[in-house]
């Protein structure tokens, strides 16, 4: 923690510390690990599922209530969050969540009952829901301007290292059955965040809001390394403060804060109903539908190629995003996803052959999609609420976007194997491929391209009432 300094520990020492450069980078990079935690939540149940069902005798019903009852806890969390950040602070947040890391793995591993891991589940949705809304809001405002995008899509990436960890962890412990071990070893890493996020700093703009300048301003100089610049940027932050007072009443009143937080809510459900959950916490059961073993389904080359794609098309999308832009991203991601879904539900509903070559179609079909998404709708679905959001009321319009996405997690999750029973797999692939078609035509209608655009600039615009599709204006269309 950084409280006020002792006598011996004065403005001028301050002042003449040695330059730190890229203290911010590290600060964030250690942060941003909480999305290997996210990761892993979410992949680990992929692969322990079915283990889970046998020794507990579990229905289809109860199986979906285990995965949705984390996304329940993680629109809770996101909830609490929002109101914990501004009250504790960014970085007494985190210090919270990454405790509930440490407990939830441990109760799951220690549960005896099928309603003790119901609640276990739950603790570690609540942490997880906190912090996809804590970690990106506390690296936005430790990181430089010229650092920031990719920062916080550096948060993305520790996701998808966290999934692929999560099914290669899987793979190994399918040998022996153990799914306690699968869902338990989550609380080492767990354990390793919380001793890092001990020694972040908390946010200068949270310390700023709190009226603890002196504070605000020994963060500042510990994370730019130049005291010259940290008078200016507490100047532009206090400028921003004092702009978003009445935040959550702008949203209210301005028609021009209310379509972009929809249109933040739009991007959040349409990444969930693309239908990546689905293939994410059943991926097993998918792949059981062309045939593969249980071996196969968790630690085969399309089991554990889940991982390895989504890890490398995120590192794509990372490179590509100031290059291609946002929308060309997206265009293409939906378009993919939407002929890839397709393709699953035609070999389902004709039935997969026994050979090979038709088996391998069908993963091939599997992995295209998570690829799409990761180059997409993944990452760029958090990047755009980050920049369309007005800074006036940002975190309400992100709490709110946050929780939605949580919210359309869990009723694809929830649904997802019922609809199977109901339907049938070629009827309900078919409907996410619909949807990505239909999600496909909203970002044509209505997605802006931000690319090169300062979030000053955006905002300028949105309050112009300019349409959300023009933003930015030719040289960004």
């Keep these: 923690m950084h409280t006020q300094p002792g006598g011996a520990q004065t403005d001028q020492s301050i002042r003449h510390r040695p330059v730190i450069r890229g203290r911010a980078g590290l600060i964030g990079g250690l942060a941003a690990l909480s999305g290997i935690l996210f990761g892993l939540d979410t992949g680990v149940m992929s692969g322990a599922l079915d283990l889970i069902a046998q020794e507990f005798i579990l229905s289809d019903f109860q199986r979906e209530s285990l995965v949705a009852i984390m996304l329940l806890g993680a629109a809770l969390g996101v909830l609490c969050a929002a109101w914990m950040s501004h009250a504790w602070g960014r970085k007494r947040t985190l210090v919270l969540t990454a405790g509930l890391f440490v407990i939830g793995p441990l109760l799951c591993a220690e549960a005896t009952s099928f309603h003790m891991l119901l609640f276990a589940r739950l603790l570690l949705g609540l942490a997880t829901g906190a912090t996809t809304f804590t970690t990106p809001l506390y690296i936005a405002e430790i990181a430089d301007s010229g650092r920031r995008g990719a920062m916080i899509l550096g948060y993305q990436l520790m996701i998808s290292c966290g999934l692929l960890a999560a099914f290669v962890s899987d793979g190994l412990f399918s040998y022996f059955g153990v799914w306690r071990w699968m869902l338990g070893i989550v609380g080492f890493p767990g354990l390793v965040f919380m001793m890092g996020v001990l020694f972040l700093p908390p946010s200068p703009r949270w310390l700023l809001a709190q009226g603890r300048e002196r504070d605000a301003r020994r963060v500042l100089i510990e994370l730019r390394g130049l005291p010259r610049m940290v008078m200016a940027e507490r100047n532009a932050i206090m400028a921003r403060l004092s702009a978003r007072r009445d935040g959550i009443g702008s949203f209210m009143r301005d028609p021009n804060c209310r379509r972009a937080m929809w249109l933040a809510v739009g991007l959040q459900v349409a990444q969930q109903f693309s239908g990546i959950n689905a293939v994410l916490y059943y991926a097993p059961h998918l792949i059981g539908l062309a045939g593969y073993g249980h071996y196969a389904q968790v630690w085969g080359p399309v089991g554990v190629g889940v991982g390895v794609i989504n890890l490398l098309s995120t590192c794509v999308a990372?490179?590509?995003?100031?290059?291609?832009?946002?929308?060309?991203?997206?265009?293409?991601?939906?378009?993919?996803?939407?002929?890839?879904?397709?393709?699953?539900?035609?070999?389902?509903?004709?039935?997969?052959?026994?050979?090979?070559?038709?088996?391998?179609?069908?993963?091939?079909?599997?992995?295209?999609?998570?690829?799409?998404?990761?180059?997409?709708?993944?990452?760029?679905?958090?990047?755009l609420c980050a920049e369309i959001l007005p800074l006036r009321g940002r975190e309400f319009g992100m709490a709110c976007s946050t929780c939605a996405n949580w919210i359309a997690n869990m009723l694809v999750s929830a649904t997802f194997l019922t609809g199977l029973e109901l339907l049938g797999a070629d009827r309900v692939l078919w409907i996410y491929a619909g949807l990505n078609a239909l999600f496909l035509l909203m970002v044509v209608l209505r997605v802006p391209e931000t690319r090169g655009m300062t979030l000053e600039q955006i905002e300028a615009e949105l309050m112009r009432g300019t349409p959300l599709r023009t933003l930015g204006g030719q040289g960004h269309s």
């Design 318 to 383: 990372t490179t590509c995003v100031d290059r291609v832009g946002r929308r060309p991203m997206l265009v293409a991601g939906f378009a993919v996803m939407a002929l890839a879904m397709g393709g699953q539900a035609l070999m389902v509903a004709g039935g997969i052959p026994v050979m090979p070559g038709m088996r391998l179609l069908m993963g091939g079909f599997m992995l295209l999609f998570v690829a799409a998404f990761a180059f997409s709708a993944g990452p760029l679905a958090w990047l």
